[in-house]
């Protein structure tokens, strides 16, 4: 039978005063304004719009589609059916002899009810 080390007491008062750690809700607080960074005005976008009645936006990387779903619904008035999200990859840029890269970041295509309409500008 296998018999375990001896711990010196120095180090029994230490696991003695550790406490079990205690988190909050899971996930960041986001309000409606931070979760919906800007809408993303593209040829693509706009096509979307005009025929599908689907909408895009860049959002918050740590934004969910139950949070995006609500600031949409908050922000313009109108009724969501569906979200999907993407996370783009940053493509790579050059500056001069300084190859860097773009920062990644997160795309929602957010589709709204028939009888509903965002107007951009």
């Given at each position: 039978?296998?018999?375990?080390?001896?711990?010196?007491?120095?180090?029994?008062?230490?696991?003695?005063?550790?406490?079990?750690?205690?988190?909050?809700?899971?996930?960041?607080?986001?309000?409606?304004?931070?979760?919906?960074?800007?809408?993303?005005?593209?040829?693509?976008?706009?096509?979307?719009?005009?025929?599908?009645?689907?909408?895009?936006?860049?959002?918050?990387?740590?934004?969910?589609?139950?949070?995006?779903?609500?600031?949409?619904?908050?922000?313009?008035?109108?009724?969501?059916?569906?979200?999907?999200?993407?996370?783009?990859?940053?493509?790579?840029?050059?500056?001069?002899?300084?190859?860097?890269?773009?920062?990644?970041?997160?795309?929602?295509?957010?589709?709204v009810h028939p009888e509903d309409k965002i107007e951009f500008y």
């Amino acid at each position: 039978m296998a018999r375990t080390r001896p711990h010196p007491k120095k180090y029994l008062r230490k696991l003695a005063l550790r406490r079990p750690c205690v988190h909050g809700k899971p996930g960041l607080e986001l309000r409606p304004y931070q979760v919906l960074l800007r809408p993303l005005v593209t040829e693509k976008g706009t096509h979307l719009s005009e025929h599908r009645n689907t909408y895009c936006f860049q959002v918050h990387p740590a934004a969910n589609k139950i949070q995006i779903k609500a600031a949409v619904e908050e922000m313009y008035q109108v009724r969501v059916l569906e979200v999907r999200t993407q996370n783009r990859k940053g493509k790579r840029r050059r500056f001069r002899n300084i190859i860097g890269q773009m920062p990644s970041w997160k795309k929602a295509i957010v589709k709204v009810h028939p009888e509903d309409k965002i107007e951009f500008y």
